[in-house]
């Protein structure tokens, strides 16, 4: 399996199972081998080899993991983003899934952890965003009245000069970009159809 995971007991946090992914993550991250407890992450989390991070950049106390919310309080988390800061700055981004275990009595005994590392995605995602800023700053740059418009006749793109011009047929000075992307231009101006 290529998903991390990690089967911790409840409430001791002593971890069970590590499969391959797990053990091979955690060596590349940490340059350890998967810890024999939850607890021992915040040993390593204070010793600033490594650092979990919200996406937003926040610092992740190992409270909050996710296994550890699962073990304590029986929450299900899924497709929870944590960067995992390396000592020497490398980012590495990894999306969560954890659910608590059960017994016959309903009570918590362990909770599993699915990890999957998502950085090249990250990464791409990042891509797209720059080229599509570089895109969006070509075209603004552009200064003649400019529009794109699909197959369907619904404005992709307009640059500042032409939504002045929309504004000013229009009779409208408030008709904003976001009230004009993806409106169909014969919607928009019914009286230029044909």
Same mark, same amino acid.
Do not use: C
């Given at each position: 399996?290529?998903?991390?995971?990690?089967?911790?007991?409840?409430?001791?946090?002593? @971890? &069970?199972?590590?499969?391959?992914?797990?053990? /091979?993550?955690?060596? !590349?991250?940490? %340059?350890? #081998?998967?810890?024999? *407890?939850?607890?021992?992450?915040?040993?390593?989390?204070?010793?600033?080899?490594?650092?979990?991070?919200?996406?937003?950049?926040?610092?992740?106390?190992?409270?909050?993991?996710?296994?550890?919310?699962?073990?304590?309080?029986?929450?299900?988390?899924?497709?929870?983003? @944590? &960067?995992?800061?390396?000592?020497?700055?490398? /980012?590495?981004?990894? !999306?969560?899934? %954890?659910? #608590?275990?059960?017994? *016959?009595?309903?009570?918590?005994?362990?909770?599993?952890?699915?990890?999957?590392?998502?950085?090249?995605?990250?990464?791409?995602?990042?891509?797209?965003?720059?080229?599509?800023?570089?895109?969006?700053?070509?075209?603004?740059?552009?200064?003649?009245?400019?529009?794109?418009?699909?197959?369907?006749?619904?404005?992709?793109?307009?640059?500042?000069?032409?939504?002045? %011009?929309?504004?000013?047929?229009?009779?409208?000075?408030?008709?904003?970009?976001?009230?004009?992307?993806?409106?169909?231009?014969?919607?928009?101006?019914?009286?230029?159809?044909?």
């Amino acid at each position: 399996m290529p998903a991390a995971v990690l089967i911790a007991e409840a409430p001791s946090g002593k @971890i &069970i199972f590590s499969n391959r992914a797990a053990r /091979q993550g955690t060596e !590349r991250i940490l %340059s350890q #081998p998967v810890p024999q *407890e939850l607890e021992q992450y915040r040993d390593l989390h204070d010793s600033s080899n490594f650092k979990m991070l919200h996406p937003d950049g926040q610092p992740y106390e190992v409270e909050e993991w996710p296994m550890t919310r699962s073990i304590r309080s029986g929450e299900e988390v899924r497709d929870e983003e @944590i &960067i995992h800061l390396l000592g020497d700055g490398t /980012q590495l981004w990894a !999306r969560y899934d %954890s659910y #608590p275990i059960y017994d *016959e009595e309903g009570r918590i005994v362990a909770g599993v952890l699915v990890s999957r590392d998502i950085t090249e995605q990250k990464r791409a995602e990042q891509e797209l965003r720059e080229s599509n800023r570089r895109t969006e700053n070509i075209l603004e740059s552009i200064t003649d009245e400019y529009f794109a418009v699909d197959r369907q006749w619904r404005f992709t793109h307009i640059n500042e000069r032409a939504l002045r %011009s929309i504004q000013t047929l229009k009779g409208d000075e408030e008709l904003t970009r976001e009230e004009v992307l993806e409106k169909n231009q014969w919607e928009l101006f019914p009286e230029f159809l044909g």
